[in-house]
């Protein structure tokens, strides 16, 4: 059987917020929390007390702030077969795990994307109503909660999340998931959508946020990135993507300001 990690990443401070999946169910499964301080200090032993603890869950802790660094160390660690991301905010479908497993076991994908609901239960976003191939064009809104990962392979091809992006980053603080798939698809690897709903999310998320120029300039240069080396691309791809947010948070100036990254 097919083992699984759930590798959690959080600050100090919000290490009692996480609810584990029910373990004593699943022999098969394991946890890795990766706590960071948020300072230039190692998270303190009153601190590390509040992580949920038991046979299959491991603690490692580290001083500063960045979400990818912590990511990276889980993906390093992680003692399972597929390894799944999680915030100390989400919930895990469990019953949908099981089945993405089975899923990803016959396909021998390297990475599947599923989807999360809300606390209602209705889903967060706009996802595809079945099975699709993730490529640059239609993986920019992952959430890294909703990604599987088949661990053998990623680490195979030394992917790894840039730490020049993602929560912690002072300008490009949006975009780690997408530049990760991407480096994926660069490798050659098969990733995929599956419409399974692997988790629980609040509404509100970082990743949420187009209402300020900061916003908009931060997810602009994530196409710089995931099409780097290409000096076209990354404004066909902000024309394109840009272009379905006209009257829905957009106006025509913001459009271009968008795709010119300003």
Known sequence: MPTLTFGYSTLAENLANIQLPDLAAHPEWDVLITVQSGN???????????????????????????????????LENATGDYLIFADDDIN???QGIRQAIQEMETTKLALMLGQAVDEKGLL???????????????????ATYEMLLN???????????????GAGAKETYLGDEYIFIADLLSKGLTCSFIPIVLATHPTDSSG????????????ALIF???????????????????????????????????????
């Open 151 to 165: 661990v053998h392979q990623v680490r195979a091809s030394g992917v790894l999340f840039d730490e020049n992006f």
């Open 40 to 74: 230039s200090e190692l998270p303190t032993p009153e601190q590390l007390a509040k992580a949920p603890s038991g046979e299959r869950v491991r603690v490692m802790s580290f001083a500063g702030s960045g979400v990818t660094k912590i990511r990276n160390k889980v």
């Open 92 to 94: 895990f479908n469990e």
């Open 208 to 219: 949420s946020g187009w209402g300020t120029d900061r916003d908009r300039r931060a997810r």
């Open 224 to 262: 710089d990135r995931v099409f780097r080396g290409n000096r076209t691309l990354p404004y066909m791809a902000r024309a394109a993507f840009g272009f379905k947010k006209l009257g829905k948070g957009f106006t025509l100036k913001t459009w271009l300001l968008f795709i010119f990254k300003r």
């Open 124 to 142: 967060r976003k706009s996802y595809p109503t079945s099975k699709q191939k993730l490529t640059k064009l239609n993986s920019g809104k992952a």
